[in-house]
């Protein structure tokens, strides 16, 4: 990207030097060409009239980036509001019918007529009244909608003055002549300025300050805000333009603006070039520049000034561009870069640290896809995720699909399809760039015996298979199951890969997001978890109970209880069998059970990052988008969230190393016994029993409210 | 149809036969089960107990039809009329609540407690007067509402004489018997004492024939009427079978009455089988049969004797049978009635004083159609909210189904679907029995000006108009939209027409979701507001400050401003609220919603309802389902929520009184003078302007974090 001001080249030869300005590049997205064929297709047809169009520019983009007027779909549509802290410009829309009229179109008397537009704004006083009159740009467009090459030309006129504009003071950044009392001051003058105007950003303000406060106003009030002839007059621009010693191209026709109006009687003027970013979460003006110029007069019936503005080819020559769209005019492809685009907007503006790569290529299973499942599965999406796996057993019944987001009445006739399957199917019909998959199985379960046949164990041995190749393949373990008991089996195969698992279950007005504690790796885990070492879990137990305690070291879903799980469904009750939730209480779980996944991908340390706590609320937060709890449980009849922490339980029935390493050791001969046996199988694996015996005199803290919510 | 007489085998070796009987079949038909659904779900619940149901058979089915016991719709209702010509059976019927519960039923002790029923009245004597109280059945029944399945067994219990019955003499028909004449007068004679009794059928009858007369009699009148002891004794039976040689069911108990009273001085007896049918327009009762049997004799203080009665099931064997009625009902029905189910379940176990009609009846008018739009009108069809109307004016873009749950890749294509009009649509193929509505329209806003043309105009006069309309057809108001402005309209029809008003805002990783204060009914309103009596104002200010504020003291969206709606970009974390927003949060806030309207139809003041706090969440809740706060304000990156209490402003922008009386006395006018001028207006017009020139040099509380989140 080089400086240039076309009519003011810096003169060798003495006096000061000229001001120079660095143009827009123009910057139409792929939707820009989808509009602009839908509306040639639809609309234009063979009429070859100008239309109205409108773009925008942005003063808060990073350092590098072109100062870009961008158009996208929405540059159809007068009416479409300005996007946030924008700056729109009118623009005129030439779209021939031919190759040929595109290449013959007179260029010079486009660009004469748009500044003469421009010259009667300003010597009308409109522009004073309405500054965006300003920001006028053509586009000169062919579009080859057989095979989606777009060839276009872009000007952005700019009036120019013969003898250039003389720079008496070079341009220094802001920080470095305004105290931060000063840079708050312009900043809120400058917001509410804009907020009192209705406008997503000013294009031209003016400007006074002094030490201990600053002033903006609108260029219509010019005679009364620089009533004081000894006040020093500064213009403020929105500047698009990232460099430190060039202003952007808008600048030229205010400042033309101003030489007519106000040359005569003003020697001099600053100008302030207002940049406005936000960076790691923190706004920034102090990198906006400031410069003197000298005004050059303009004789008042001079006649309209020449202008300039055409914009460069990509060689670097006069001449149109051309892009081919033919691949990513796919409705399919469109869809993914508008997906895209809608994530990127996060991290452009708000977070900037927000690693999105983490997220977008996390592999999610999804274990259970009912109430639960389909709102972690469409959070998921809304994140980008384009691998998400279902398994599931259940069809769709017909008091589903109004609390079910992934299914619909049809579903539900001849039966009902299978969840999974059908939850997969509509997940590629809202976005068919996603990768999603269904299986159509049964999770065996501690308690529900599967040796009632050869047939019924080899079932069971090959549903076991499949789901720690779905757990082996997948990075992040969703339970969003209705059952306690069908938790257990992936919980320990997800313990045993160390694989993150993020668990939501439902009580009537109250839920349960977890993390599961995140084993350390293997190779680590000599002696140091608290399951094997009771006096590292004592000295927690000491000053800090809950805090700083870091992934590896937390609980389970299991690790709160006392008895195995069993089989939990016989004989309920039609109320208990049916998880009879508040409406909205799947889809605040379920989103919050991705945003807890979503905040555990951005700490550093993953599944391993300290538990955040209820008490860490007040202090700064681990990751770019805010705490990393062990649990939130959530009462929605208070409308209240809180975020418990508990350790890792050296009995526990699913995590413990006893059961780790039995299943390590056994594989399915082990997990068979499990399902076939009583509860008191893993109680007397894991001790419970004998946990059992030795306090059943004294009493249990009975958690079994807690554990179903 | 075999016969069958589970005690009575006919001995093969000498003696006479025994009398064999054809057992009831069960007819249950769709709109038994149909109620029985609707008892289950509105009055039994989860009440196990017995209770009584009514069922009838009839004499007049042609050959070949099985003995049918027929329970139809009306079967609950005790004093339902029994259809003409059939004859009443009066049953217990044992709904379980799970499969378990019927499985496991003691089907033995069923049997002999409605057998001992049975006796007592023979013994007693009150079968006598009323001999309904020998046709008596039993229904053991599981419903399984979620898959229309429904299990159930029947039992009609029969005493049983331990010798059998000797038949004296086989069975001839009547027609065989009777001369045409004795035909005639039995019939005649039968129907008069129906009709003196008013009776629709007489089950049981005593008759007493010659050549040329028949008399009958009531059972009751056994010793009067039988007191010549030469009379030959004839019992008649209302008899459903249609076997020339069995008798059907009925006859049994009766025999066993008649041997246990009369036996013993009755050494045989005559039965007539009576049967009563209409052939191509003429009565025949000439196919009823009549044979002679040996009354055996019964101790009198034998105790009752042994039962049978368990109906066989399809396959013959002694089990329950099942049907399934989910093919047969039709789906848009079955839908309804399954999400009916879920809803009610709430209410069985959970939360008995929810009164769910409030919140199915409610009519919901949902203003934005984009990520909260969505999410409302979700858990809204989880409420099982049957009008929903949805108003926004965008079309929808490929970046838009992932994150708002109504659409789909394909309604993008071709430049998009309406927004209202899809989601519309999309409801009715969620849940068919919706009645959603979707209006494609824009809503005027301050500051964006309406006056550029007549036809400009008339379409905001018909935009308005239109509005309007609809915030009266509807009871909450949702505001959805994605900008501040948007919001000021429907803020102040809805203030002014009283409708409850919902409102919800996204920032980054913030929200609010709201209920504006519901001013007091219009007569109410003399000078008691906090907006028109600063001393009560003052008052509230003193002690408590945001506690026990009612709903009509309460602020609105706009209170908190101090400038008018025009602008919605001065924070960062407001501007492009739903597309730059964490995905999760619009499902939070939009279930919050509606969670939030649902608590407040639940609370005895609905709108008036006293704001709960944070601080509230200690104490016992106003409503069964918990708070009812003013705001709930949301925070995902500490996963916390806290509920602040505002009080209306009395210079507010939209709910003041004067902006109400302006609209009110006005209408379009007033608001194309707010849509055409600048921000001022407003200000002068609440004195907000006055407000801020008084408060120039102070301090001002910036509460535009609060405002906008």
């Given at each position: 990207m080089t400086s240039e001001g076309n009519e003011t080249r810096n003169p060798a030869e003495g006096g000061p030097p000229k001001l120079q300005f660095v143009p827009f590049s123009s910057a139409l997205d792929a939707g820009f060409w989808h509009e602009l064929t839908q509306k040639k297709l639809n609309e234009y047809k063979l009429d070859e009239t100008p239309k109205a169009i409108r773009g925008y520019y942005y003063n808060g983009d990073p350092a590098g980036m072109p100062a870009r007027l961008t158009l996208e779909f929405s540059a159809f549509d007068m009416n479409a509001p300005t996007p946030a802290h924008c700056c729109p410009a009118i623009g005129t829309l030439y779209n021939t019918n031919t190759l040929e009229a595109f290449k013959s179109c007179d260029k010079k008397l486009l660009l004469e007529q748009a500044a003469n537009k421009i010259w009667d704004a300003i010597t009308s006083g409109t522009a004073v009244e309405n500054p965006v009159l300003l920001n006028r740009f053509i586009l000169l467009t062919f579009a080859d909608l057989k095979r989606y090459r777009f060839y276009y030309w872009f000007c952005y006129p700019a009036l120019c003055l013969p003898e250039g504009i003389p720079l008496i003071q070079q341009p220094v950044c802001l920080g470095a002549k305004f105290s931060a009392t000063q840079i708050e001051a312009l900043q809120n003058a400058y917001d509410e300025l804009c907020q009192k105007e209705g406008l997503t950003a000013l294009p031209f303000f003016l400007i006074k300050y002094h030490d201990d406060s600053v002033l903006v106003s609108l260029l219509r009030n010019w005679d009364d805000f620089f009533s004081d002839p000894k006040e020093k007059v500064t213009i403020g621009v929105y500047d698009p333009?990232?460099?430190?010693q060039y202003p952007g191209w808008p600048l030229r026709n205010i400042l033309v603006l101003a030489a007519h109006r106000w040359g005569s009687h003003l020697p001099s003027v600053q100008v302030l070039c207002f940049r406005d970013r936000t960076m790691q979460g923190a706004r920034d003006i102090s990198h906006s520049t400031l410069f003197e110029i000298k005004l050059p007069q303009v004789t008042q019936n001079s006649g309209c000034p020449k202008a300039v503005g055409w914009e460069k080819n990509q060689k670097g020559g006069m001449g149109p561009r051309m892009v081919n769209l033919s691949e990513c005019m796919d409705p399919k492809r469109l869809a993914e870069s508008s997906v895209d685009l809608n994530l990127k907007l996060m991290c452009w503006r708000?977070?900037?640290?927000?690693?999105l790569e983490k997220v977008v290529s996390v592999k999610c299973l999804l274990l259970g896809a009912g109430t639960l499942g389909c709102s972690v599965a469409r959070t998921l999406m809304g994140w980008g995720v384009r691998k998400i796996t279902f398994v599931d057993n259940a069809k769709i019944s017909y008091s589903n699909p109004v609390r079910q987001p992934l299914y619909e009445f049809e579903d539900c006739l001849g039966g009902g399809k299978s969840k999974a399957l059908a939850a997969a199917d509509r997940l590629q019909k809202i976005f068919p760039g996603v990768n999603a998959e269904g299986f159509n199985m049964s999770i065996p379960m501690p308690g529900?015996?599967?040796?009632?046949?050869d047939v019924t164990l080899e079932q069971a041995r090959k549903d076991v298979t499949q789901l720690e190749e779905l757990i082996d393949a997948h990075d992040v373990i969703f339970l969003l199951m209705d059952t306690r008991e069908s938790r257990w089996l992936p919980a320990v195969i997800a313990a045993s890969k160390r694989k993150l698992v993020i668990n939501a279950a439902l009580g009537f007005d109250t839920f349960v997001v977890m993390r599961h504690g995140l084993k350390k790796p293997k190779h680590q885990e000599v002696g140091d978890s608290p399951c094997n070492n009771p006096s590292a879990s004592a000295d927690l137990l000491g000053s800090s109970l809950f805090s700083n305690i870091p992934g590896y070291k937390l609980g389970c879903y299991f690790c709160n209880d006392v008895v195995a799980p069993g089989d939990s469904t016989r004989d309920r009750t039609l109320d208990q069998q049916c998880t009879v939730s508040r409406p909205g209480l799947a889809m605040i779980a379920g989103a919050l059970a991705v945003e807890l996944m979503v905040s555990i991908l951005q700490h550093?340390?993953?599944?391993?990052a300290i538990a955040s706590s209820s008490d860490d609320r007040m202090n700064e937060p681990p990751t770019s988008l805010g705490l990393v709890p062990h649990q939130i449980r959530g009462f929605l009849s208070r409308f209240d969230n809180v975020l418990p922490v508990s350790l890792a339980f050296d009995k526990c029935t699913a995590c413990s190393p006893r059961v780790l390493e039995q299943y390590e050791r056994e594989g399915f001969n082990f997990l068979a016994k499990v399902f076939n046996s009583s509860h008191s199988f893993l109680e007397d694996l894991t001790g419970l029993t004998l946990l059992h015996q030795e306090t059943q005199a004294a009493e249990i803290w009975d958690m079994s409210d807690d554990e179903t919510l």
């Open positions: 333009c990232n460099f430190a708000l977070v900037p640290t927000l690693d529900h015996p599967v040796n009632f046949s550093p340390e993953g599944g391993y």
